[in-house]
């Protein structure tokens, strides 16, 4: 009796086991439920993360050192501060790999949020591979400086904010000017006389690093232009008219070499580094006279020997008789100009760090402690040379822009290969040309 007593108990037990882990209708209900709406249920999910507190990253690249680079740190953490629940992976890169590295990235499909570019083809040709955001409704046009702007704005479309521009003078040391009774030149002839007197008393008339080859191809890029005219570029680079080997181009190769036979340049100085400061301190030891250099140089200056910015006046780069360019023409860039990327999961965020890092704050920061001329609008410099650099881009009536920054890069490094040639004496300037125009006729669409 008590056996089958304890058996009953057993089996109750057990039936009541089972009944606990059965499924019941609402389980099933809700599993069902799972199944059909889950990959909704991620897109909200991913759709309200700043809503529900989850943390949303943005990647940002940029070249930027120094001053500059502090400002765009700046800038990030403004927009961190307004966007509480977003933080910003900021990736400062070197200058040379850069170009390569980011395209590298966008063939991969594993580019950055929001990039630094320069514009120009070089930012186009992401464009055209519609790799770059269109942030025309982003952005607010009347802020930015017209000729700025434009580097970025490809068939009436904005793909890039810009920060800064640049302005490449000659830079000369005013005591040495006076001491030979030498004025500033506003012909090329004018120029040629200077450094007949220069070199007839042993001071080097142009102090250069050519090692790294984009220095020499400033003297080329005025050259050209002042013999053929502000469209002699965009006509070779668009395939609308006059090409890479154009005469003027020719002729802006021999008037390179002259100088080079002239003594205008030191001795080996495609051996010279630029980024160690050996062509500058030819002109801190007064060893050379002039320097063809943006106007970064002037914070050159200030670091490495604040004494010698007394000495520094500049000029424009001169007139050539006959020529179809102006002394107030003048080559220049833009950088940083920021983009966003097409691939990016976060298209509102990165257009809003693209405001922030291209904004007035930014731009007087960057002006005032870099030393660069704004892109943007009200900014009021408190630097006299940069004030003065500025008043002087702003009256100019034509700006070329960087061959190295804006042709595509394959083409880019043709030109400086060929450039290095000339000054090197080893490539007669009809070859460099046409080697040029060679490797355009593949790379460009006619």
């Known amino acids: 009796m008590f056996n089958k007593k304890i058996c009953w108990f057993m089996l109750i037990l057990i039936l009541l086991v089972v009944a606990g882990c059965g499924p019941s209708d609402s389980t099933n209900t809700e599993g069902t439920a799972d199944d059909a709406t889950g990959e909704t249920d991620k897109e909200n999910s991913s759709e309200n993360a700043e809503s529900d507190g989850d943390q949303t990253t943005l990647t940002l690249w940029h070249i930027e050192t120094g001053p500059s680079k502090e400002s765009i740190e700046e800038a990030v953490e403004r927009f961190e501060k307004n966007n509480p629940n977003v933080s910003v992976d900021v990736s400062q890169q070197e200058n040379d790999p850069y ?15 929001v990039f630094h570019s320069w514009g120009g083809g070089w930012l186009k040709q992401f464009v055209d591979s519609d790799q770059v955001m269109n942030i025309t409704d982003s952005v607010d046009e009347s802020l930015y400086n017209e000729a700025a702007l434009s580097v970025s704005t490809f068939d009436g479309k904005v793909y890039g904010a810009p920060v800064s521009m640049d302005v490449v003078p000659v830079f000369y040391n005013k005591d040495i000017f006076e001491e030979y009774g030498l004025e500033e030149p506003e012909t090329y002839n004018d120029l040629l006389e200077i450094v007949e007197t220069l070199t007839d008393n042993d001071i080097t008339p142009f102090a250069l690093a050519n090692q790294t080859k984009w220095t020499g191809s400033f003297y080329l890029m005025y050259l050209a232009e002042r013999i053929g005219g502000p469209e002699l570029f965009n006509e070779a680079f668009e395939r ?28 080996g100085v495609n051996g010279m580094n630029y980024d160690t400061g050996q062509s500058r301190q030819m002109l801190y030891t007064e060893s050379a006279a002039m320097m063809t250099m943006g106007g970064w140089l002037v914070n050159n200056v200030r670091d490495e020997m604040p004494e010698f910015e007394d000495k520094l006046g500049f000029f424009l780069f001169p007139s050539i008789e006959g020529g179809d360019g102006e002394k107030n ?14 691939q990016t999961e976060h298209s509102e965020l990165a257009a809003e760090l693209v405001n ?25 410099y408190e630097d006299p040379y940069i004030k003065e650099m500025s008043e002087v881009l702003e009256s100019s009536q034509a700006m070329q822009t960087y061959y190295d920054q804006t042709l595509p890069p394959e083409l880019a490094q043709v030109h400086l290969d060929t450039t290095q040639a000339l000054f090197g004496l080893s490539m007669e300037p009809e070859q460099a040309m046409a080697e040029v125009e060679a490797t355009a006729k593949e790379v460009l669409k006619e």
């Open 99 to 113: 170009k390569s590295q980011l395209s590298v990235a966008m063939g991969g499909g594993n580019p950055p949020d």
């Open 240 to 267: 609308t008219g006059r090409n890479f080997d154009d005469t003027a181009y020719v002729e802006a190769g021999k008037k390179v070499q002259e100088l080079v036979e002239m003594g205008a340049f030191p001795e």
């Open 329 to 342: 023409h003048v080559v220049g860039g833009v950088s940083p100009v920021f983009s966003v990327a097409q």
């Open 356 to 380: 922030e890092l291209a904004s007035l704050e930014t731009a007087t920061d960057m002006s005032n402690n870099a030393g660069s001329i704004s892109a943007v609008n009200g900014v009021e």
